[in-house]
């Protein structure tokens, strides 16, 4: 815990960190937010995988389209360039993006987030917010 002189004014009732200091709050408010857009970006790649998809799928369909007609040389662009194609190359599709992304940054980001509340918080969380929302709640108790 904190060795700091500066103590946060918290309620010791209903918070384990009242021992924190500002800049720690700060620190593991900054960190909790770090993962919440982590956790936003995982959705913004899964957004993209499940587009992408659906594109691949048209295309899909435009191939067959395509064939059924009597374009084949479009039919066979279709098959043998864009849909075996990756997203940033030939080989990394967006899943693989995706996976890569789950399983490092943002595995690491929630491994640091849980360090920094147990050695901090005792492992609370959001505990900027409680303080505010105590601190709310006691103002319009005046």
């Known amino acids: 815990m904190a060795t700091d002189d500066s103590r946060a004014d918290t309620d010791v009732g209903s918070d384990p960190t009242t021992a924190l200091s500002e800049r720690e709050l700060e620190a593991l408010h900054e960190v909790e937010l770090g993962l919440e857009w982590a ?10 995988h499940h587009a992408t998809g659906h ?5 899909y369909r435009a191939e067959t389209h395509l064939r059924a007609t009597g374009h084949d040389d479009l039919a066979d662009t279709i098959r043998d360039d864009l849909l075996p194609h990756g997203v940033v190359d030939e080989d990394r599709w967006s899943y693989d993006i995706l996976e890569t992304f789950q399983e ?3 595995v690491e980001t929630r ?18 917010e ?6 709310w709640k006691r103002r319009a108790e005046e």
Do not use: T
């Open 39 to 48: 956790q936003r970006a995982q959705g913004y790649l899964l957004e993209f």
């Open 55 to 59: 594109g691949m799928d048209h295309l």
């Open 104 to 106: 490092s940054l943002l």
């Open 111 to 128: 491994a640091l987030e849980h360090r920094v509340r147990q050695e901090l918080a005792d492992g609370q969380r959001h505990v900027r």
């Open 130 to 135: 409680r303080k505010q929302e105590r601190e």
